[in-house]
């Protein structure tokens, strides 16, 4: 595969934002998300997808987000770029499927499956500082509850705490509280 450059971290780190940022400096890379799979046409819209995430057990979601993620690195592949920038990867997917019961012999199981990244940087943020960035919630940001400001700051603190099954040795972090500006620059040092 390509080489493999993720931007990661919890809900309303700025992970999108970065990503686009990165994207408008490097045109040559190949940008791509886990949600690349559904422009195939299955949902109608992100709230049809939040929906069914919401009607699946722990480890069928785990595997359906698993397959639109396979989905995705395979479309990223065919563009034959020599660099692909991931929005996510599977670590935020991971930890929040952890929280929620996900079998954690199957996560391994699919940790080893992915590719490995070539580099990570992780944007670090508490979660009220995420929430207040938040323009709108989904269900599956709350713990597949209902959405409110409570759901999502308990579920995202129970998920943070699942961030520690990953190796992160390798990690670049980069607090999220800095300014955007500052928050690109810092990633494009790494990159370069």
């Known amino acids: 595969m390509q080489k493999l450059i993720v931007v ?29 799979a559904m422009k195939f046409g299955l949902f109608q819209s992100k709230k049809d ?79 009220e500082l995420a929430l207040s960035r938040k323009q709108s919630l989904s269900k599956y940001e709350c713990g597949v509850q209902e959405q409110s400001d409570k759901a999502f700051l308990s579920f995202q603190k129970l998920a943070g705490k699942q961030w520690s099954f990953f190796d992160q040795s390798t990690w670049y972090n980069i607090n999220a509280i800095s300014s955007i500006e500052e928050i690109k620059n810092k990633a494009l040092e790494i990159i370069s």
């Open 49 to 127: 997808i939040d929906d069914y995430l919401c009607k699946l057990s722990a480890d069928a979601r785990l595997l359906f987000l698993s397959h639109a993620l396979e989905q995705s690195i395979e479309i990223a592949k065919e563009s034959k770029a020599d660099t692909v920038l991931m929005n996510a990867y599977y670590y935020k997917y991971f930890a929040s499927e952890l929280t929620l019961g996900a079998s954690e012999n199957l996560v391994k199981s699919l940790i080893e499956f992915f590719p490995k990244a070539d580099l990570v940087i992780n944007l670090e943020i508490e979660e």
């Open 8 to 36: 990661t971290g919890k809900d309303g780190s700025g992970k999108s934002t970065l990503v686009d940022g990165i994207a408008q400096l490097y045109p040559e890379f190949h940008v791509a998300s886990i949600w690349d």
